[in-house]
């Protein structure tokens, strides 16, 4: 699947590219590293970190330039050409053999080791009053500020009240001032 269109003259320059993705090596060719990035489906600049380069084989080269813009695979330590389907299995090192209980070396005999000077406790009485005068500190701090959120209520309650007499009084003195003006304009006065 190619994933854009080549021009139908071969002035169009690709390199190829090749990178290892869980158990495969793959080479692609394309025209610049974005575009690999693009066919590889990563947004991760890949040559940046060292896990994508150029490639320098040559049958991986021409493998990838039979197929531009294809993403070609095989097992990862095989000498199998590039293919879009791999059918070789990834190689796994053989693992150390564990070495029989014969032919290990005899412990050696060396002297027991003393036993460690033990150490009296550390004294923790500084620690403990550090600790004390923090707790105290901050015991202290929440009393402060219960108080304050206290007198906060308190002022809030005070200045609720004092809004409401306001108001009220407010209120009394338009409604005054509405009935002497009716009662001067009643008497022949003008604003």
């Known amino acids: 699947m190619e994933l854009w269109d080549l ?4 002035t169009r320059k690709l390199k190829v590219f090749q990178a290892q993705f869980g158990f495969f090596d793959t080479v692609l060719a394309a025209p610049s590293h974005a575009a690999a990035l693009r066919a590889w489906g990563t947004h991760r ?3 940046a970190t060292g896990h994508a380069k150029v490639a320098t084989d040559e049958a991986a080269i021409a493998a990838a330039l039979e197929h531009p813009g294809t993403v070609l695979r095989r097992a990862v330590g095989s000498n199998e050409p590039f293919a879009l389907e791999p059918t070789s299995l990834p190689k796994v090192p053989d693992t150390p053999k564990a070495t029989p209980a014969s032919t290990r070396p005899p412990p050696s005999k060396a002297k027991p080791k003393a036993e460690p000077v033990r150490r009296p406790p550390a004294d923790r009485s500084r620690l403990d009053a550090a600790e004390a005068a923090l707790g105290e500190l901050d015991d202290r701090r929440k009393r402060e ?3 304050l959120h ?5 002022l809030d309650a005070k200045r609720m009240a004092a809004q409401q007499r306001y108001v009220d009084a407010r209120k009394k003195a338009t409604a005054a001032v509405v009935a002497a003006r009716e009662a001067y304009r009643k008497a022949g006065g003008t604003d």
């Open 145 to 147: 500020e219960a108080d």
């Open 7 to 10: 021009p139908k003259t071969p």
């Open 45 to 47: 600049n890949l040559f």
């Open 150 to 154: 206290r007198q906060q209520e308190e």
